[in-house]
């Protein structure tokens, strides 16, 4: 057997590039799930080889699959399956996209005559919904009640995955944010504009990954033996209020002075009603919205990353090291002020 192949669904996104770099990094045979008219511009590398997936349709995917497959191996020895969404207009969409098309590519691989050797899904902690408490972190066993509709896609999709049949690993990842991310952009633009804004009478205990490191997770567990039916937490294995995160990224930005403002939850829920409503009359996606409150409201981010260390992996980058190359990269993008 020559080279391993591994699939990569959603591999046009934020994490979904960074998974590619690392495959490539490893030595796979790369294949990028792409739609039609996705923006491939992080995906230039003359090696990876682009396929269109239709997960509408199982037997579709168990055909491709069949097509691709070389002479008594799969198609693809690993998928990870990073395809979803984060921001909808609809909720619906999120049980459609996340956790649908997830049933359907794992009953359209299953079907195959040669199956993959490892299915990989991309889930998030937001499956879990708030902890039992204020202080607690969250673990692979806490009780599963997500109070968001995309965080009951996520589980969802978990507990397809797990049912499929197929060997498999799923990973939570907290907080990723990096080059390229949008969203912790928002707060870094917003800090070096001279605001740094948080929510809440007490503060939040966030958690963090910097994407490549996820990346790097992903792969020791899709190799590892003893990961097969597990689930994995992600994180750097740090804690920080909103206020330490905030004072990080104004040392960062070099700025002396910044205004901070500290927003109650109840305006909080009401701009994120009115983030809702605009999307209605507007047919545009926002970032706050009703879902969202949720996550927001939630004080504690705390979780126990501790197996997938077990595993063989540490994180490179700390909160600060991660920042900073961040930072950098929105500086020479052009989406900071030099």
Known sequence: MGTKRVLITGATGFIGGYLVDEALQRGYEVWAAVRPHSDRSRLTDERIRFVEIDYRNPSSVARLADELSPEGEPAWHLVVHNAGVTKVRDLSLFHEINAEQTKRLLIGLKAATMPPERFVLMSSMGSYGPPVDDVSPLTTSSPRRPTTAYGRSKLEAEQYTAAAGLPYTIIQPTGVYGPHDQDYLMAIRSVDQGVDFSTGSTPQMLTFIYAADLAVAVFIAAEHPDAVGQTYIVADGDEYTDVAFGQMLQRLLGRKQILR????LPLVKVGCFLG???????????PLNLDKYAIIAQRNWRCDASPIRKL???PRYTLAQGLAETIRWARSAGKLRP
């Open 312 to 314: 063989g992996f540490s």
């Open 276 to 286: 809702e409503k605009w999307a209605d009359i507007s047919g545009m996606i926002t």
């Open 261 to 264: 403002v500290r927003v109650p």
